[in-house]
């Protein structure tokens, strides 16, 4: 199982908004709800921000979106604060009855 | 709250094994799946399988079965992850986390949350 495809690097300003994509296969991404996104600051555990692509855990700020087409999911954030700068992981369910996660991308808040 | 404690850092030699725990608290324990993640150093996320806390079935990854043992101790609410014929490349922090659950259904969902703190399993001769 291929690891989904995701930007190494993205960077906004305060206040913007930017979009990270996470790119599966029909196998994946492309056939079921279940693309979940996690965000990982330095030297510490992942915490789960979007679940069944559009869902927002209770404590999760508003400005985090989740949203899918075709063998594409993409997570927003809106209204960008430095506390946002973070790695961020997507992960899917896949047809082997597995989990697959993204390589990752790298959030830098200029 | 709920959380899950696992066990501290490991240093081992190639081809030797660990094992790594991970204590649930603050939920039913036999209500949700338990998840074992790694990540190298400066990598990814990578999923290695599941366990059923309630039955003990376990589904792995390809990449890791016949080398990877999920067990776990209801009367504890503990979870473990054996990793045997340890390589270089093993070296990683191995998270324990939390499935999700559609309440509704009680269907078990392909999402994490909380995790652990991690473990940092080190393979070096």
């Known amino acids: 199982q291929s690891a989904l495809t995701q930007p190494p690097s993205v960077s906004g300003s305060p206040g913007q908004s930017v979009s990270i994509s996470c790119t599966g296969t029909?196998?994946?991404?492309?056939?079921?709800?279940?693309v979940s996104w996690y965000q990982q600051p330095p030297g510490t555990a992942p915490k789960l921000m979007i679940y069944?692509?559009?869902n927002r855990p209770s404590g999760v700020p508003i400005r985090f979106s989740g949203s899918k087409s075709g063998n594409t999911a993409s997570l927003t954030i809106s209204g960008l604060q430095a506390e946002d700068e973070a790695d961020y992981y997507c992960s899917s369910y896949t047809a082997s009855d597995t989990v697959v996660f993204g390589g990752g991308t790298s959030l830098t808040v200029l | 709250q709920v959380q899950l404690v696992q066990s501290g850092a490991e240093v081992k030699k190639p081809g030797a094994s660990v094992k790594v725990s991970c204590k649930a608290s603050g939920y039913t324990f036999t209500g949700h799946y338990l998840h074992w993640v790694r990540q190298a150093p400066g990598q990814g996320l990578e999923w290695m399988g599941y366990i059923q806390p309630n039955s003990g079935g376990t589904n792995f990854a390809q990449k890791f079965q016949g080398r990877v043992t999920m067990t776990r101790d209801t009367s504890t609410s503990t979870v473990y992850m054996e990793l045997s014929r340890l390589r270089s490349d093993d070296t990683a922090v191995y998270y324990c986390?939390?499935?999700?659950?559609?309440?509704?259904?009680?269907?078990?969902?392909?999402?994490?949350?909380?995790w652990g703190q991690g473990a940092l399993v080190t393979v070096s001769s």
């Open positions: 069944d692509v559009t």
């Open positions: 986390a939390r499935g999700g659950l559609v309440v509704v259904t009680n269907i078990q969902a392909p999402w994490f949350d909380p």
């Open positions: 029909s196998s994946d991404v492309g056939r079921y709800n279940r």
